[in-house]
């Protein structure tokens, strides 16, 4: 069997497990009143994805075993933190103000319930599928130059660093009493970088397609490069820093912040 078909089944099987864990998350938000759950799922969706992937794939004999276990060992280790980490942060905290926008105030029952099918998981569920290309590709295709691999990793480890290490630093700064805590965090990974989060998270998915896509030769590469050029756009440029910075730059301190840190890819601070 050609890979070409073999990762027309992967697909079909991500597009399966996509689809059910959407279905429950719908289920989970309308009985806990709040969409966002649906960022918990993200992670752990990928996961699905990689594993089904890798099952798939080796049940019709394609891939190299040794990145289609990388690939699902990187992914778990990623999707596990992020997870667990929203999980956590999430706890006694209500509807997300993203969703609650997204979803014009409604409730998650009757017509919200359907706008929000509609707007989030439909549309997370897609997303899923599009952000694993890699993990679906690298599960079907023969590694050709196993050092980009290695060089995939270093990558996947430099991105999840600032994405692990920025939520902490930013947790243990909002743990801090409002009246004597900075006016902004300027210190650590932040001082580098204004989005350390979420230029890691970016940087792991240029890591896993390099794993995935460009180890396995040009077809797989090019077959996959939407996936991190997409996760990076929108981590960037939609969805998460130019979302947050329009807000954040209401304030003075952080327009003086701005000013000397890094929006996305971190350098050394500017002084003065």
Known sequence: MSALVGWLWVLLAAFVVVALAMAATAVLARRTRRAS?????????CLGVAIVATVVARAQGLGSSWVQWLLVGCTTVWAVRLSGHIGWRSIGHGEDPRYDRLLGGLPIDGAGFRVAVRKVFVTQGLAVLLI????????VAQVRWPV????????????LFFEAVG????ERYKALPRDSRPAVLDTGLW?????????????VWW????IGGLACGWWAALASVIAPVAMTHFLRNVTGAALLEREMMKRPAFVEYAARTAYFV???PRRG
């Open 191 to 203: 001082a580098w970088t204004r989005h350390p989060n979420y230029f890691g998270d970016a940087t």
């Open 266 to 268: 971190p350098r050394p």
């Open 207 to 210: 890591g896993l397609w390099l």
């Open 132 to 139: 694993t290309l890699p993990l679906q590709v690298g599960s």
């Open 167 to 170: 939520d902490v630093q930013l």
């Open 148 to 159: 980009v691999a290695w060089v995939g990793v270093l990558a996947f480890a430099v991105g």
């Open 37 to 45: 759950v649906v960022d918990i799922t993200w992670g752990l969706a």
